[in-house]
Every structure is written in structure tokens, then in C-alpha cells.
């Protein structure tokens, strides 16, 4: 039974979402996602999507992301709530030159930086009426390997939706 609310419920007009992510100071950074479909009536939907994005921690290192995410969809008339978990590739690299050891040789090279994996549970809460919709979002994500383990942060995101025609 819940397969048929979800399926009913399920696909629509694509959605662009665009916004600002992390601490707004320390780390400012943006993103953009699309969701390829999804339904505006009230109820429960599930919803898929990827996020393309990045930051800069100043006088640190900078950082992109890629983002593939699904979960679940709530709304009402007004207000709808996503729950999603995501996975993708995370990669950081420092803003200068770093010097490295080759044998017996020393030289300084661009740092081509380190990759991740990116892992998510997310809580994003949107108008659900209207073409332009504003959103807040809040991920616990972590990503690894960092120094032989795994860090784990909370994440912050404010934006617009656009929902396309149909």
C-alpha cells in the first residue's frame, strides 16, 4: 500500500535548487541540484536528486563536492519536509604550493589535493507552494578517509527552488 502512495505521488516537473552552504564566515561556500521530478500534492513522495558544489576555507584549502541523494518527501499545503541520505566524492586541496620529497629530490608542486568519500543524512524544509521556493537544509555528513579515520560535521544550507514547467 505504501508502494502505491509513493508511486501516485511520485514524479512531476524537474526542480533546480540553488544555494549557500557551511558557516557563512569561515567557510562560505555554494551549491546547485536537480531533482528530476517530483509531485506538489500533498502527502508522502519520494525524491531524488545530486548536488554539484564547493567552498573555501580561507588561508586553508578549498574544496569541490558531487552528490547523488534519494529519501522521502512530506508535505502539506504549505510547508514540505525532505529526508534524505546521500553519497558522493569529496575533494580538498590547499591554495598553495607544496613542497615534496622525490628520492633524494625536493621540489615544490601545486598540490593536486586529496579525495573523499561523502556520506549525508539530511533535513530540508521548503515552501511546497509557488514556482520560486525558499528552503533551509541541515546535513550530518561525514567523509573519509581524513588522517586514517573519518570526520564528521554539521552542515548548513540556505537557497531557492525553481520548479520547471511541465
Known amino acids: 500500500m505504501l508502494l502505491l502512495i509513493l508511486l501516485s505521488n511520485a514524479w ?3 526542480t533546480l535548487r540553488a544555494g549557500l552552504l557551511g558557516e557563512f564566515v569561515t567557510h562560505p561556500g555554494a551549491f546547485i541540484s536537480f531533482e528530476p521530478g517530483r509531485s506538489d500534492r500533498p502527502g508522502l513522495a519520494p525524491v531524488v536528486g545530486g ?7 580561507p588561508g586553508h584549502h578549498s574544496a569541490l563536492f558531487v552528490h547523488g541523494e534519494g529519501g522521502l518527501r512530506l508535505s502539506g499545503s504549505q510547508v514540505a519536509a525532505d529526508v534524505l541520505v546521500g553519497a558522493g566524492l569529496h575533494h580538498r586541496w590547499l591554495p598553495t604550493r607544496v613542497v615534496v620529497r622525490r628520492g633524494e629530490t625536493v621540489a615544490s608542486v601545486l598540490d593536486a589535493g586529496r579525495p573523499n568519500l561523502l556520506g549525508t543524512l539530511g533535513l530540508r524544509i521548503g515552501d511546497a507552494d509557488g514556482r520560486v521556493r525558499p528552503f533551509g537544509r541541515a546535513d550530518l555528513a561525514w567523509r573519509g578517509p581524513v588522517h586514517r579515520g573519518v570526520r564528521t560535521e554539521l552542515l548548513f544550507a540556505i537557497g531557492v527552488a525553481i520548479k520547471g514547467a511541465s
Not at 52 to 57: A, C, Q, R, S, T
Open 12 to 14: 512531476a516537473a524537474p
Open 51 to 57: 548536488r554539484l558544489g564547493g567552498y573555501v576555507h
